[in-house]
């Protein structure tokens, strides 16, 4: 977090503060696993991610009764979001969003950084490009068949305003008094 917070008093005080929609639940078994294959070529290895991908998920509801649902089977898409292994799944899977970006350039041509853990992102810009940042960001993700949380995604102008991630609050912070921090 102390990258994100040189970055930010250091010329990139435009934030794009999003997350995904639904994102465990529509990451693509075929274009994760060829994800995966790219860094693991133990088939055995290979062969257990899918198994566990194609697994039935047992919920307990409001009243405690048990169901078992086979949708990610079925639509060959999603990961069990309170796995330990979705989080470096997930990550994976949303390198292909970081590669995107770069590949197009957008780091260099908005002077933007990002940042990425799972579903949620931030893009640290510099003032007056985090409207344009998020324009790309919305068109790559398009393109990766991924939603933006619209209700989540906004812009936030540092030390101004202040925003949350990855259990950080970043902006200008008060005492009890009222006084900076």
């Given amino acids: 977090?102390?990258?994100?917070?040189?970055?930010?008093?250091?010329?990139?005080?435009?934030?794009?503060?999003?997350?995904?929609?639904?994102?465990?639940?529509?990451?693509?078994?075929?274009?994760?696993?060829?994800?995966?294959?790219?860094?693991?070529?133990?088939?055995?290895?290979?062969?257990?991610?899918?198994?566990?991908?194609?697994?039935?998920?047992?919920?307990?509801?409001?009243?405690?009764?048990?169901?078992?649902?086979?949708?990610?089977?079925?639509?060959?898409?999603?990961?069990?979001?309170?796995?330990?292994?979705?989080?470096?799944?997930?990550?994976?899977?949303?390198?292909?969003?970081?590669?995107g970006w770069r590949k197009l350039g957008l780091g260099q041509r908005l002077g933007a950084r990002l940042v990425t853990y799972a579903d949620d992102l931030i893009i640290l810009c510099e003032k007056g490009n985090a409207e344009a940042a998020l324009d790309k960001m919305h068109r790559l993700m398009d393109k990766l068949k991924l939603t933006v949380n619209e209700e989540r995604a906004r812009i936030c102008k540092v030390p101004d305003e202040t925003f949350d991630f990855l259990g950080h609050t970043f902006g200008r912070m008060y005492s009890a008094r009222g006084e900076p921090a």
């Fill in 1 to 99: 977090m102390i990258a994100v917070e040189d970055q930010l008093y250091h010329g990139r005080p435009d934030v794009v503060d999003a997350d995904l929609a639904d994102y465990f639940g529509s990451i693509a078994h075929l274009e994760l696993m060829n994800s995966v294959a790219r860094r693991i070529v133990d088939p055995a290895v290979l062969f257990m991610i899918r198994s566990w991908l194609d697994r039935a998920v047992e919920e307990t509801d409001d009243r405690g009764r048990k169901t078992r649902t086979t949708v990610a089977r079925d639509q060959r898409c999603g990961i069990p979001p309170g796995s330990p292994i979705s989080p470096l799944l997930a990550n994976r899977y949303m390198r292909r969003f970081v590669l």
